[in-house]
């Protein structure tokens, strides 16, 4: 602590002395250096007109020009008489320092400024306190007990609820059967009860056995994860190993797996995973904008120099956009925003792209196709309660009414 206030002490002493030296050079001391200046240059102007360096006419022009300025120059000498006190800057310097340790110190209406007799955090520290974060991670029953239990979403129609406490009930009572219990994840998730969805999953992985692929694992451990809000329990972790144990480039798992070392406090970690994955692509995967909005904290955090990939139309294309007519511009934009459509409406998408052809569409005036593109949406990412909130956001946003 003790160096710590030395150093400190000593760069607020460098930082007042610079101060007080720019406070003090002001026209009181800059007038007294003018005169003897221009006074010099009279004499100069003297010898040089006895010389016969330069003529009468020429002598007498500078001895003008000089005088005024030395008379301006003696008039802020002593106008400066009436300057602030030599003591003054000093004391103001003084009083700013002495408030900033008064803050730091968690001081006056503003507190938590610094944290004097705070520890160093060391790296081997920091790195055991990851690996305790890690370790105390709940367990799959325990972070999702620690959620509000769920309930049906509101307008839910009573045969609807009846039907799926039938569907449990049958699939608990055939527990070999896995057409089943592929309907019961599927209908859980379309009610957002990723815990009860959870658990058919797992029933799916038991009937499977080693016939079970990746794909499979994945939705178990992204089941897993959507249960508890979003974190990625131990359980979750080792279905992310199964994937990887079948696809080693799975990039959903290689993303879930940088997200739980970003929780447990490992940015390095989650860097190392996350950064790949931008530059492989594709553009349009569902792990894609999640990492572009998060990578440069995780970065900051992990003390990597990292700036984010510029996307968009490359400086050719706007360019030849530029040169365009504005009948030949708004052709390109209704051509590109077309094939935009066509793509989600046949294949579907992230939710990035979505909002961006709903925004597109309402800016080319026409409702009644970002109206079908915001429904077609609703299907496609009904299973991501995630993915619809930034739908329904955007929506609302463009005036897309349901």
Known sequence: MITFWISAGAMCLMVAVVLFQALRRGAADEGPADVAIYRDQLAEVARDEARGTISQDEAARLRLEVSRRLLEADKRQAEAGGALPAWLPGAVIAGLLALAVFLYNGGGPVTGLGAPGYEDLPLALRLSQAEEAYAARPSQEAAEAARDPWVAPEGTDAQTLELMDKLRAAVAGRPQDLTGHELLVENEIKLGNFAGARKAQEGILAIKGDKAGAEDWLR?????????????????????????????????????????????????????????????????????????????????????????????????????????????????????????????????????????????????????????????????????????????????AAGVAE
């Open 220 to 396: 178990a451990a992204e089941l897993k994860i959507y249960a508890t809000g979003g974190v990625v329990t131990p359980e979750a972790e080792a279905d992310l190993g199964e994937v990887l144990g079948r696809d080693p480039q799975n990039g959903a798992a290689r993303f879930w797996l940088g997200l739980m070392a970003a929780q447990v406090g490992r940015p390095d970690r989650a860097f190392q995973m996350w950064e790949p994955l931008l530059a492989e692509g594709p553009q349009d995967a569902p792990w894609m904008e999640p990492i572009r909005s998060q990578i440069e904290q995780v970065a900051a955090a992990a003390g990597v120099p990292y700036a984010l990939p510029e996307t968009g139309p490359s400086a050719e294309d706007m360019a030849a956009a530029a040169e365009m007519s504005p009948e030949d511009r708004q052709a390109m934009i209704e051509t590109m925003v077309a094939g935009l459509e066509e793509r989600l409406m046949a294949e579907g998408g992230p939710v990035e792209d979505w909002v961006k052809l709903i925004n597109a569409l309402m800016v080319l005036q026409a409702p009644d196709r970002a109206k079908a593109a915001y429904a077609k949406a609703r299907a496609d990412l009904a299973a991501d309660p995630g993915a619809m909130a930034a739908l329904k956001a955007a929506a609302d």
